[in-house]
């Protein structure tokens, strides 16, 4: 690749500085992400265990941590892709007569990006907040609360409870129970996924958009990157099919 190279003397005269080496590296560093993201799955799918068998975990060791950590170390790994790249275009731009010191440029990038942290910056990533939303949602399913939440259905016929959470288990689409539920990122609503992922293919082909298909939605242009697996709705049906089958 054309650049500068390291050939130069120590005084800083001109020279071509090849950059093929630090790609490489940001190469690695992005594949190291995708083991985050298996370490996430695999704190997600854990949590929602222990809320399936209510077995209790002291905060220290909880998944509810271990995510957050997760996503601290997704974020600093991508300020830090950000930081190369950035220097080695403004690098690549200024065709300086001397030798940058690219480790310090991008030590100075990468702090000033993360001077700018704050909690919010995990509501970006989208597998923490998907691990909280789920969560929340199995313990819905199950009754469970944390110590913050308020009993809301406290005086709340039971039965009544209990049948609306059996109609969410039916897909708008079929009308059947769902088997492998998806929820539309956009929107909030589930459908079975072949049959969902069917009516927008069917749309696509024939160059039209997808509404959602629940009654009194307004979500009008669905895609397929809409569409997330909703593991705790699947737990759910599970766990409401053997209580089903034990009672008869």
Avoid: W
């Avoid at 929602?48 to 170390?73: H, I, N, R």
């Amino acid at each position: 690749m054309p650049g500068r190279s390291t050939s130069s003397s120590s005084s800083g005269s001109t020279g071509f500085i090849s950059f093929s080496g630090v790609e490489s590296a940001l190469s690695s560093l992005k594949n190291f992400q995708s083991c985050i993201s298996s370490g996430m799955d695999t704190a997600s799918s854990v949590a929602l265990d222990l809320v399936e068998t209510q077995t209790e975990v002291s905060s220290e060791y909880s998944m509810d941590k271990a995510m957050v950590e997760f996503a601290m170390m997704d974020r600093e790994l991508n300020h830090y892709l950000k930081a190369v790249q950035s220097t080695i275009n403004h690098v690549k731009e200024e065709r300086s007569e001397k030798i940058p010191d690219l480790k310090l440029l991008v030590e100075k990038k990468f702090l000033a990006l993360q001077n700018k942290n704050s909690d919010a910056d995990f509501q970006n990533n989208e597998k923490f907040v998907q691990f909280k939303q789920q969560l929340k949602e199995l313990k819905k399913q199950y009754g469970l609360q944390s110590d913050r939440e308020v009993d809301i259905t406290e005086g709340v016929d039971e039965d009544m409870i209990v049948t609306q959470s059996q109609t969410n288990f039916i897909c708008p689409i079929t009308q059947l129970e769902m088997k492998k539920p998806v929820k539309n990122k956009v929107c909030g609503h589930t459908y079975e996924e072949e049959a969902i992922v069917r009516m927008i293919e069917s749309k696509h082909k024939r160059k039209k958009k997808t509404c959602c298909p629940k009654i009194g939605c307004s979500h009008v242009d669905m895609r397929m990157s809409d569409l997330i697996q909703d593991e705790a709705l699947r737990r759910a049906i599970e766990s409401h099919k053997k209580r089903r089958r034990q009672s008869n």
